[in-house]
């Protein structure tokens, strides 16, 4: 509705401007020009209402208003900027040009508005710009300078290049229609005339051009910091010793030529040489810029490449490591600080040989943790039995700690969110999507280590409404408004009855009791929102009242980048049940690509290892980090309440001078550290994503010796394993992990590696995530004497293995299948143990089940049903085992009439519920059917 409005509105408007263009109706003219004018900004009104009731509903209306005036501000400033400069630039066009004045004039104010509004992040973080206290090694500059005045400079440059070319470009568009002008000289003044034939505006332009180009290359001088010409990022020998002085040569001599254009005198210079190539006279304007250009291009191409690489190819890379190696030192330092490896704590771990009942025993808290869930296996796991109804959905696992029944113990937790498209098609109705369906309901949550006696999780909070086995978990609030999937906009405190959970054949329903959303409290906020929403059925509804509250941007990300949008945001957001109440914590970054000397991060990863005796190559792209940054900092924890969708930000990096930077610019949007309550501040984690980049990172940048790092004598590889049968990098994973000097576990994050093309274990890194000792970054390595196992040894001492490898042939056969989950390194006081779980899923089920857990020691491997049970295998004989484990394959053969029964039972079974609507029950069932059809064409 309210695009046909606004297309009849501007359609009245254009044909009254076209009639008035016929009639040359001054008042139809400002008739049709005020009618489009109204139906736009009444439309941009709508849209700028909507988002100020928003951002005031949240508590952020600083944040709204500091942000929207400076945009307003730059777009302005940056408009009337360029109005200017475009005026000085054509001071000489003739008045017969006016459409050719005018429309640079309109071109110039739209390209300075667009500079404006897109950079607003720069101008401001340059207005509040803060030095860091260390400078780089070239220049003598501030690191701060880099981050915040650098980009600043980089945004003028480029918007008085655009201008310069724009100007240059009109110039000969005037130039190029002279003979109009000399055909009619009614239309000018004369000394208009003489202008456009000296060719004055042209040459000034030209100049105008130069004299920015040479600005640019000064530039250019500090973005040598960033030069890729040597062995490492950042400048090296050829850069300092023949660039730099020869960008200082190149930008005199551009400027110069500028200036040349500039004097009369100097053209005509030009022009004497010119006329020796029997150069046309009135081509001569075009010839002598070209000429020019032509003297820039060379002075350019040998000053800047040709010299330059003759250096680099002829004497640097011959001797390569003499003539880099203080400019590799300089790389390393700032490498180091870019991606926060600074602060790194480097240890070296004594491995020990031993492994005792009493190294157990003392450590109970890490044995009692020990994840044996795999967050894949716990995730089709809970799909299957936990998401109650096809309404629900459980996104993913998380992993987290939680302290209950006296114990300090590690969890893996899920919520249970509301995804209305899984409705049936004919239930997708408006009233039940933005009405009833509004929220999701709960959440599970199991221990790492504890399954049932059929390979399931022990559940300790399960089942809507939730049940909790310790009042620690218990869930007082469970609704869920605000979640990751969470992406339609929902109305509470409607007359429509809100459904809250269903219990048996009947439906419980429930009144929304927060503060979250925007209160519809009068018809022209209805209006704002059917607007906003796109959807009319919003106005037209009566269910609405006064007291109901419009819920929207519900997906935890878009709302927190839409509040900060200078932040970016990591991709595993969790949940947490705190004093009853849930909510998402989401890390959230700082970061920056103007480090100076930093090495920027590449996505790409390639991983060499080797099966058997051939060599194999594993190329990664990670999806989940940010490519290209040289600087990165975990600056930021943000909380969203899962009930009103309130959100929090606390710095938790108060040394980081770009949040300091943004914590200056929107005063009191952000909160220190201290002021996150302690029931949030249990469940910190040190990021998966950032540890990852720190430990790719790190494993090439731990040398700190520039000729052993230049050689990569010592390169760090991410470790390897199986997962489904394919060789996948060991991604970080959280344990709980008592340090050698520490008095008691805590909850860490950790990445082992492995040297190039070898599988032994080389060291690994942690992230301390327990909130005394949170942000600590530990590296270990191991004796090099020493030869520790790496993860894919221990799956080559599994496949090696004449039981195993038996009982995993028999499994991983047509009616089940293998999954073998990831092996843990778990450091144990001075020595390591491994372990592995191996799940069995049958084709025809949902989800797996833990069949059989593996656990090894230096060379000793023990597996048995249960942990318990393989990690007493260590220490003398196990439990004997049977000759065949249990496990979910089908019988190798089945007759005819077997299959055909399996058939029918599976067709009925898919009738019955696709009748009582449970769709994920009817493809089960479908997929069974398919089988048993399969295996009828097999006989």
């Given amino acids: 509705m309210f695009t046909l409005l606004f297309l009849v509105l501007t359609g009245i408007g254009a044909f009254l401007l076209f009639r008035s263009l016929e009639s040359k109706n001054r008042k139809r003219l400002a008739a049709g020009a005020a009618v489009i004018s109204v139906a736009v900004l009444f439309l941009l009104f709508l849209d700028f209402w909507s988002e100020e009731l928003w951002f005031d509903a949240l508590g952020y209306d600083g944040r709204f208003w500091t942000l929207f005036l400076a945009q307003g501000g730059f777009v302005v400033a940056g408009g009337l900027l360029a109005l200017g400069i475009i005026s000085g630039l054509l001071f000489a066009l003739p008045n017969t040009k006016r459409i050719l004045r005018y429309s640079a004039y309109l071109l110039s104010v739209l390209i300075g508005g667009l500079w404006g509004f897109g950079n607003w992040n720069v101008f401001l973080q340059f207005w509040h710009k803060v030095n860091t206290g260390l400078a780089d090694p070239i220049l003598g500059q501030d690191t701060g300078f880099y981050f915040f005045t650098l980009p600043f400079l980089d945004q003028v440059y480029s918007v008085l290049l655009t201008l310069a070319i724009l100007g240059l470009a009109v110039s000969y568009l005037a130039r190029y229609t002279l003979e109009r002008y000399e055909n009619n000289l009614a239309l000018a003044r004369a000394d208009d005339i003489d202008a456009f034939r000296s060719d004055r505006l042209l040459f000034f332009n030209g100049g105008i051009l130069l004299l920015v180009l040479a600005a640019g290359k000064y530039l250019d001088r500090f973005h040598l910091l960033y030069s890729d010409l040597g062995a490492v990022s950042g400048p090296g020998w050829t850069d300092v010793t023949i660039v730099l002085p020869t960008l200082t040569v190149v930008i005199i001599i551009t400027a110069l030529l500028g200036v040349l254009l500039f004097i009369p005198a100097g053209r005509k210079a030009v022009q004497r040489l010119l006329y020796r190539f029997r150069v046309r006279r009135e081509r001569m304007a075009e010839y002598t810029l070209g000429a020019v250009a032509a003297v820039v291009a060379a002075v350019w191409f040998i000053g800047l490449s040709l010299i330059p690489g003759s250096f680099q190819n002829f004497r640097v890379e011959p001797n390569e490591i003499s003539y880099e190696k203080p400019y590799i030192s300089h790389n390393i330092e700032f490498t180091r600080h870019g991606f926060n490896l600074a602060k790194a704590e480097n240890r070296e771990f004594p491995v020990e040989e031993s492994f005792t009942r009493e190294m157990v025993e003392s450590n109970q808290t890490i044995f009692n943790n020990i994840r044996l869930w795999d967050w894949r296996a716990l995730d089709a796991v809970l799909k299957q039995f936990q998401e ?128 979250g959303g925007v209160q519809l409290s009068n018809f022209w906020r209805k209006l704002v929102y059917a607007y906003k929403m796109g959807d009319v059925k919003l106005l037209l509804s009566s269910y609405p009242t006064t007291e109901s509250r419009l819920m929207f941007d519900r997906q935890i990300e878009e709302r927190v980048k839409k509040l900060a949008p200078f932040l970016e945001l990591d991709k595993d957001p969790y949940i947490v049940n705190a004093n009853g109440e849930l909510y998402w914590i989401i890390d959230a970054y700082t970061t920056s690509k103007y480090f100076p000397y930093s090495e920027p991060f590449s996505s790409q990863e390639e991983i060499q290892y080797k099966e058997g005796e051939e060599q194999r190559l594993l190329r990664v792209q990670h999806k989940r980090v940010f490519e290209g940054v ?89 470790a390897t394993e199986k997962y489904y049968g394919d060789v996948q990098p060991v991604e970080p994973y959280y344990i709980m992990w008592q340090q050698p000097d520490a008095d008691e576990a805590e909850f860490s994050l950790i990445l082992p590696f492995t040297p190039k093309n070898r599988q032994v274990s080389i060291g690994w890194i942690a992230g301390l995530c327990d909130p005394a000792n949170y942000g600590r970054f530990l590296a270990y390595s191991f004796p090099k004497e020493k030869r520790v196992l790496g993860p894919q040894q221990v799956e080559t001492k599994i496949d090696q293995n004449s039981f195993l490898s038996g009982q995993l042939s028999l499994w991983d056969q047509r009616g089940s299948r293998v999954i073998r989950g990831n092996v843990l390194a778990i450091p144990i006081e001075n020595t390591i143990i491994y372990v592995e779980p191996i799940y069995l899923q049958a084709e025809t089920a949902a989800y797996p089940e833990l069949r059989l857990v593996c656990v090894m020691h230096d060379d000793k491997l023990s597996y048995a049903k249960t942990f318990d049970e393989a990690l007493e295998g260590l220490f003398g004989e196990a439990a004997p085992l049977p000759e065949r484990i249990e496990g979910q394959a089908a019988p190798a053969a089945q007759t005819t009439e077997a299959l055909i029964e399996r058939a029918q039972q599976a067709f009925d079974d898919y009738l019955k519920a696709t009748g009582e609507k449970r769709f994920q029950e009817a493809s089960q069932a479908l997929e069974q059917l398919q089988r048993a059809l399969e295996g009828l064409s097999e006989q």
């Fill in 388 to 515: 109650i109804r096809l309404y629900y959905e459980f996104n993913n696992v998380d992993i987290d700690r939680y302290t209950f029944d006296g114990q300090y113990r590690q969890v893996m937790i899920s919520a249970r969110e509301m995804v209305p498209t899984n409705l049936p098609l004919e239930s997708q109705t408006f009233v039940n999507k933005v009405f009833k369906y509004t929220h999701g309901y709960g959440l599970a949550l199991t221990t790492v280590t504890e399954f049932t006696p059929e390979g399931l999780p022990n559940l300790l909070v399960k089942n809507i409404p939730p049940e909790s086995q310790y009042k620690e978990l218990e869930v007082l609030k469970p609704q869920i408004y605000y979640g990751e999937l969470t992406d339609n906009y929902v109305i509470t405190n409607s007359i429509e009855p809100e459904f809250d959970y269903p219990k048996g054949d009947e439906n419980q329903y429930v009144s929304y009791a927060g503060k």
């Fill in 630 to 718: 040289n600087y990165i900092r975990n600056s930021v924890k943000v909380t969203v309440n899962a009930y009103d969708g309130s959100v929090n930000f606390y710095i938790f990096d108060d040394e980081d001078p770009l949040i300091k930077v943004w914590d200056d610019i929107f005063k009191g949007m952000m909160k220190k550290r201290e002021d996150m309550p302690p029931a949030l501040l249990a469940h910190i984690r040190y990021p998966v994503d950032y540890l990852l980049m720190q430990g790719l990172v790190y494993a090439k940048y731990h040398m700190g010796d520039p000729e052993v790092f230049y050689n990569q004598e010592d390169l760090w590889i991410r």
